[in-house]
């Protein structure tokens, strides 16, 4: 446990059964009626130790735990239309609340939606979460820069405009007022330093400590662990409301068996949301028991131990506690059949038939369910009970046998993803969307709410069918359903290539393209290309199946691993050059050192980044990728003898990235008309293949030494910054604010405010100023020949360990030019032309720049 983890502390399923669950709902009714009143006295408080805030329904798959949830969930809103023997009524005069989080089908917990969905169950007129919006802000800023947050509107509430309306209120130089379009990185930042400085108009808000703590470590790194903490904040405002204004919650957690790993990652973040919410009753259904009691757990989980969780205890005997769903009871079995018998479809089940069906189900619904199913399928041939009464996979067996063959083989290709949409089953299996559309209103089917995929076979089914013997007709051999898993596999490579400007929807379907590489152990090269494309590797990484060396994606996964758990600099490259020191496919270790190459070479480490690329270019003299990585390389470190030598051997063939090269020597030399015309060039070219982000890194070039030449406007650099910011690229948004501030260095007000702006970017993503920063508060101490500016920013520059570059090259003749001594030797560039001709064209930039 780090300090971070004590900020807070004081010092649809696979069946849709009516079943009575009349001890279960006992116990929760229980539970609530207990839990309001703590809420009532005060003493479900973030500074109580101990949490008694969970109840836990707990059992095997086909129980029924996803009914009795949603069930439990239909009472709390008093929506239940058929209350059976749940006669009582939630607590009279409590303003309920409810919010349903669905596991179903997925491997992480996604920390930010969670309290979103919190933020958005407590939300009235009259209740304002100042904290928690301010820390929501800045997270999301800096996390998911570019990125409007999701409409969260409920019960006809506005929940995102009152977010808004906060920080309107709460931030005491706004600026620009905040609308309800993307938050940037700036927005992130200029949050951060109001809370930091303590300039925030509320004085209650000054005095939340824990506040501060999550700016610090938002600014640091914006992690989901981070998102998980801002709960706290959340029970923090809810605790500044009057006892009698505070909301009762009850929270649905469902199939978190898919987020209880080995590792615990993911189960980590519930844990925390949970110990931080201790207003909010937890109803957490899953395969497995919660034992976050256990002591042993203190390394894995933020909050563990029988003092922390004393209601997860085995022996523990008042709710909130946790229970063991038992099968139904044989009369609840046959008072459920006898119900359906004759009614909604089904046929007149005989005595005989539900005895047989009776003594087959052990209680299980699902089995009930797909009973029925079979009945309503055979009916027309009539009923016999030596049809019904055999064990579940035999049984769900049946019911395929009983579909139309079209749908039999969307079944069966719907068994082989976690979840699917009627388009992905119907283009691999060649059937018709109608046949997709009936097979996904069976009762097989689940529909749920996810945005891309809300389809999905209950595990025991999907178990089934994997297990389906080859002996029936139209079955799969293991074959058959690796060619499927191919067949799917490239369609979802298809439905990514679709997606290629809405990042968050393409990770859904790499995230399933991942799991099928898990299950059949395949190979899917575009894969490992498109999630290296996509923003954020740290959110990438997070969806992804965890590391194995023996597997393809398994290593993929493993390359991602520097990113998963927050890494900065040095402890990223540390740990891939560990992951590079293992066995691995050909393939990955060439990824993987190209990375580490990148990582050192943006570090400023060029001889690490050269020894890695050279070595890969030997291995694969024919890679243009890699010629011109060499070639960037080597001007970087100003190799120029090298850098021509290497062009000679190995020409670049693709399309501009020669030219970006020769345009790089030219602004060496002072030619900057010339220099612009590769980085524009290659820019356009990338943004027709839908590389926006490397495009922006050509655009955000080109801005730079058009602004060197006076031909830049501050609209430029805005639109340029936008986009940067967008992405979330800071190396580039730096280079637009610089560019900005000399383009605004005759307003010595809007020059010095860009100025601090790009300072809190400086320190808000943990680097260091640079050339950027040094050659723009040149300009503006020059234009207005403030010498003690000058000679402030000259030590600041000397003071730092900075190693030659072509751009620290432009800052020293800023500095010879102002009568200063070279701090680096003359580049030694390539050429009959004589060097002085390069300081002249220098000189004449200069000139112009800071005396236009």
């Known amino acids: 446990m780090t300090e971070f983890d004590r900020i807070f502390e004081p010092q649809y399923s696979a069946t849709e059964l009516f079943t009575n669950r009349v001890n279960e709902y006992s116990a929760f009714s229980n539970s609530l009626r207990l839990h309001s009143a703590r809420v009532r006295d005060g003493s479900a408080v973030l500074g109580q130790s101990a949490r008694r805030n969970v109840m836990s329904f707990y059992g095997i798959g086909g129980i029924g735990k996803t009914e009795l949830s949603r069930r439990l969930e239909s009472w709390v809103r008093r929506e239940l239309t058929d209350p059976g023997d749940w006669r009582e009524d939630p607590p009279s005069g409590e303003a309920l609340h409810s919010v349903r989080i669905d596991f179903h089908g997925s491997r992480v917990v996604n920390a ?21 919006d301010l820390g929501l802000a800045a997270w999301w800023s800096l996390a998911r820069p570019g990125t409007a947050l999701p409409d969260l509107s409920t019960g006809g509430f506005d929940v995102r405009g ?19 379009g993307p938050l940037t990185v700036r927005t992130g930042i200029r949050i951060v330093e109001e809370v930091r400085s303590n300039r925030l108009r509320s004085r209650t808000l000054r005095q939340c400590q824990p506040l501060v703590h999550i700016m610090n470590q938002t600014q640091q790194d914006p992690s989901d662990y981070v998102a998980a903490t801002l709960a706290g904040l959340l029970s923090w405002d809810l605790e500044n409301l009057p006892l009698d204004k505070r909301p009762v919650t009850v929270a649905f957690a469902d199939a978190a068996e898919y987020v209880q790993g080995d590792d615990r990652a993911q189960e980590r973040l519930l844990n925390r949301i949970v110990h931080l919410t201790p207003g909010v009753l937890w109803v957490v259904t899953s395969r497995n028991r919660l034992d976050w009691d256990s002591p042993h757990l203190h390394q894995l989980l933020p909050a563990t131990g029988p003092r922390t969780w004393p209601g997860l205890r085995l022996e523990a005997q008042e709710d909130p506690r946790q229970h063991l769903v038992g099968d139904l009871s044989d009369t609840d079995v046959e008072k459920y059949l006898r119900a359906a018998s004759d009614t909604a479809g089904n046929p007149l089940l005989t005595p005989a038939v539900i005895d047989s069906i009776c003594r087959g189900a052990h209680g299980l619904p699902l089995y009930l369910s797909l009973s029925l199913s079979i009945a309503r399928a055979t009916q027309d041939q009539g009923l016999s009970a030596d049809a ?9 067996i049946r019911v395929f046998a009983n579909l139309p063959e079209k749908e039999r083989e969307l079944a069966r290709a719907a068994s082989l993803v ?35 995929f809300p389809y999905r076979l209950h595990d025991a089914v999907r178990a089934a069918i994997a297990h389906e013997s080859v002996a029936e007709p139209g079955a799969w051999a293991p074959a058959d359903r690796t060619a499927m898993a191919r067949e799917l596999l490239e369609a979802l490579h298809q439905r990514s290539n679709r997606l290629l400007h809405d990042s968050e929807r393409r990770l859904d379907v790499l995230e399933i393209a991942a799991a099928l590489c898990v299950d059949h152990d395949l190979t899917a090269v575009w894969l490992a290309d498109a999630l290296s494309h996509l923003p954020g590797f740290s959110k990438t990484a997070q969806r992804l199946p965890p590391p194995a060396s023996d597997t393809w994606i398994g290593q993929v996964s493993g390359m991602f691993e520097p990113w998963r758990h927050g890494n900065q600099g040095p402890q990223r490259i540390a740990c891939l050059e560990a992951f590079l020191s293992g066995p691995l496919q050909p393939d990955i270790r060439r990824r993987g050192r190209i990375r580490l190459a990148y990582l050192h070479r943006t570090r400023g480490d060029c001889e690490p980044a050269l020894r890695l690329l050279t070595g890969l270019l030997a291995e694969n003299p024919g890679s243009d990728l890699l010629r011109y990585q060499v070639a960037r390389t080597l001007h970087i470190m100003g190799r120029y003898a090298e850098l021509e030598q290497h062009l000679s051997a190995c020409p670049l063939n693709a399309p501009t990235t020669g030219l970006r090269i020769s345009s790089d020597l030219a602004y060496d030399r002072g030619l900057l008309d010339e220099a612009v015309v590769g980085p524009a060039t290659r820019a356009a070219y990338l943004r027709e293949k839908g590389r926006h982000r490397v495009a922006l890194e050509n655009e955000v070039a080109a801005l730079w030494r058009r602004t060197l030449q006076g031909r830049s406007t501050t609209t430029d650099c805005e639109a340029v910054l936008e986009d940067a910011d967008h992405f979330g690229e800071t190396l580039c948004m730096r280079t637009a604010l610089a560019a900005m501030v000399i383009c605004e260095a005759d307003d010595p ?13 400086v320190r808000a993503t943990g680097g260091f100023p640079g050339w950027r920063e040094w050659t723009s508060q040149l300009v503006f101490g020059m234009r207005h020949a403030d010498r003690p500016y000058i000679d402030q920013v000259r030590q600041s520059w000397l003071a730092g360990t900075t190693r030659w570059s072509p751009s620290q090259q432009v800052v020293d003749r800023f500095f010879v030019f102002s009568g200063y001594p070279a701090r680096f030797p003359q580049p030694q560039l390539v050429g009959l032309e004589d060097p002085t001709e390069s300081d002249r064209r220098w000189n004449t930039v200069i000139t112009l720049l800071v005396d236009p």
């Open 749 to 761: 007000s809007a020059a010095l405010r860009l100025i601090a702006d790009a300072q809190n970017l």
């Open 418 to 452: 976690p979840r699917f949409d009627e388009e992905l089953i119907t283009q691999v299996a060649g059937a018709l969307l109608g046949d997709a559309h009936r097979l996904c209103r069976r009762t097989l089917v689940t529909r749920d709410q996810h945005p891309l």
């Open 388 to 396: 019904f009464g055999g064990p579940l996979p035999e049984l769900a």
């Open 112 to 132: 930010v939606d969670v309290v979103l969905r919190l933020r958005a169950a407590v939300a009235g007129r009259r209740r304002r979460f100042p904290a928690f």
């Open 162 to 180: 009152q977010i808004t309306d906060t920080l309107n209120e709460t931030l005491s130089d706004a600026g620009a007022s905040f609308g309800v």
